[in-house]
């Protein structure tokens, strides 16, 4: 009923830059608040950032001052912009968004499949 789709995801050098997109379709009446997770292999998925969809957000503490994440509700679509990357931030990235759907009033929770983000030292 709604796919996530995730774009951006790449190799980059300790202190570059990356931007993520996620662009969500279908049965799509609202988006209550749409983020970013990201999950290192063997460890737990974890939030990195959040947006509402009155634009308040929601920083991890390791990504605060680095990160951004933005909207563009018209769209539908979250961006992640990630500066001054550190190998530590390699992951999988994950689009998540909290949707009403056009066919029933309540929330449900989807996912991206996954944009992997690389950063060498």
């Known amino acids: 009923q709604v796919q996530l789709v995730e774009s951006g995801g790449a190799l980059v050098q300790a202190g570059g830059s990356l931007r993520l997109s996620c662009a969500a379709s279908g049965s799509i009446f609202s988006i209550n608040v749409m983020g970013w997770y990201r999950q290192a292999p063997g460890k737990p998925r974890d939030l990195v950032a959040s947006?509402?969809?009155?634009?308040?957000?929601n920083y991890a503490d390791s990504v605060k001052g680095r990160f951004t994440i933005s909207r563009d509700n018209a769209k539908n679509t979250v961006y992640l912009q990630m500066n001054s990357l550190k190998p530590e931030d390699t992951a999988v990235y994950y689009c998540?968004?909290?949707?009403?759907?056009?066919?029933?009033?309540?929330?449900?929770?989807?996912w991206g499949q996954g944009t992997q983000v690389t950063v060498s030292s």
């Open positions: 947006i509402t969809s009155t634009g308040s957000t």
């Open positions: 998540w968004a909290i949707v009403v759907l056009t066919t029933a009033p309540v929330n449900y929770q989807y």
